[in-house]
């Protein structure tokens, strides 16, 4: 499987992005797919996470009410909508899969996900 994320640039405060995550190849061994994100001079922090099968989401309490993630499985990509930005969401964002079912608990290790894409810029003025 390969990861290849879009979607990303500059918004005002307050603003919506729309991120997109293509996946090619078979993805029979993905349980879960989920977005990170990495700040300068920050760690890499999950900010959603789905599962492949049931669809069900989860989110960290810092995004909660303003990312949603979802699967589109006939296009095979994964999006995750971004609104009411803030200047604190600024970061690259990854797309990742991996083989174990999120169950909601943040934060999510990085390691449990062993597919990642090469990441997108968002910036937050």
């Known amino acids: 499987v390969q990861l290849v994320e879009s979607g990303g640039g500059s918004v005002q405060a307050g603003g919506s992005l729309r991120l997109s995550c293509a996946a090619s190849?078979?993805?029979?061994?993905?349980?879960?797919m989920a977005w990170f994100r990495q700040g300068p001079g920050k760690e890499r922090e999950a900010v959603a996470c789905?599962?492949?099968?049931?669809?069900?989401?989860f989110y960290p309490d810092s995004v909660s009410g303003r990312f949603t993630v979802s699967i589109d499985n006939d296009k095979n990509r994964l999006y995750l909508q971004m609104d009411s930005l803030k200047p604190e969401d600024t970061a690259m964002y990854y797309c990742?899969?991996?083989?174990?079912?999120?169950?909601?608990?943040?934060?999510?290790?990085?390691?449990?996900?062993?597919?990642w894409g090469q990441g997108t810029q968002v910036t937050v003025s």
């Open positions: 190849g078979w993805r029979s061994s993905t349980a879960s």
């Open positions: 789905i599962n492949e099968h049931g669809g069900r989401a």
């Open positions: 990742a899969a991996g083989p174990f079912y999120c169950t909601g608990t943040f934060p999510l290790s990085a390691s449990s996900y062993n597919i």
